[in-house]
T-cell receptor, first 114, second 110 residues
């Protein structure tokens, strides 16, 4: 079983719609969860971090965490063509101390059509 | 505030050679981690350094090594390069639980 799983996509949504990206993880001891956006040819950019169950909102982005079900999701409201990118889910077992070992999913490619 | 810098940005090496990549974290950050990104394997953790000490290591052969200096700058070295080492090598600057990536070094092994 892969440690962090994401649907590879591509996920295609029309401009202005809500894009929903999902991620499941296998390690129940995971403590911190992240979403990165990676444009083609660029490095990953941190867009959301979440540490406790529930929702966390930042602008057009909402991260949702459910530790009991071991899933994390990212909602992008009012999707724009500039949101077209690969979205990487990352999970870390540690909270405090060593933080270096992020486990990444393979990413979901999002395409927002004008 | 300057971001993470990595040098060089691009490298072409031949099999059997060795390579050294450099990373300077965000000012004030004392911890860095290194990752390898390939189309097939995605992003994989190499190692983490904090205050000049390796704190964590991923599942890579001993040909991959690193170090950190007192100014928090870090280097990673790959010896006896193989074709499969062709990848984007990313350094991340760590603050708390969050990691901020540099632009990466694109290594091509021929």
């Amino acid at each position: 079983q892969k440690e962090v799983e994401q649907n590879s996509g591509p996920l295609s949504v029309p401009e202005g719609a809500i894009a929903s990206l999902n991620c499941t993880y296998s390690d129940r001891g995971s403590q911190s969860f992240f979403w990165y956006r990676q444009y083609s040819g660029k490095s990953p950019e941190l867009i959301m971090s979440i540490y406790s169950n529930g929702d966390k909102e930042d602008g057009r982005f909402t991260a949702q965490l459910n530790k009991a079900s071991q899933y994390v999701s990212l909602l992008i409201r009012d999707s724009q063509p500039s949101d077209s990118a690969t979205y990487l889910c990352a999970v870390n077992r540690n909270y405090g101390g060593s933080q270096g070992n992020l486990i990444f999913g393979k990413g979901t490619k999002l395409s927002v059509k004008p | 505030k300057a971001g993470v810098t990595q040098t060089p940005r691009y490298l072409i090496k031949t099999r059997g050679q060795q390579v050294t990549l450099s990373c300077s974290p965000i000012s004030g950050h004392r911890s860095v981690s290194w990752y390898q990104q390939t189309p097939g394997q995605g992003l994989q953790f190499l190692f983490e350094y904090f205050s000049e000490t390796q704190r964590n290591k991923g599942n890579f052969p001993g040909r991959f090594s690193g170090r950190q200096f007192s100014n928090s700058r870090s280097e990673m070295n790959v010896s006896t390069l193989e074709l499969g080492d062709s990848a984007l090598y990313l350094c991340a600057s760590i603050q708390g639980a969050e990691q901020y990536f540099g632009p990466g070094t694109r290594l091509t092994v021929t």
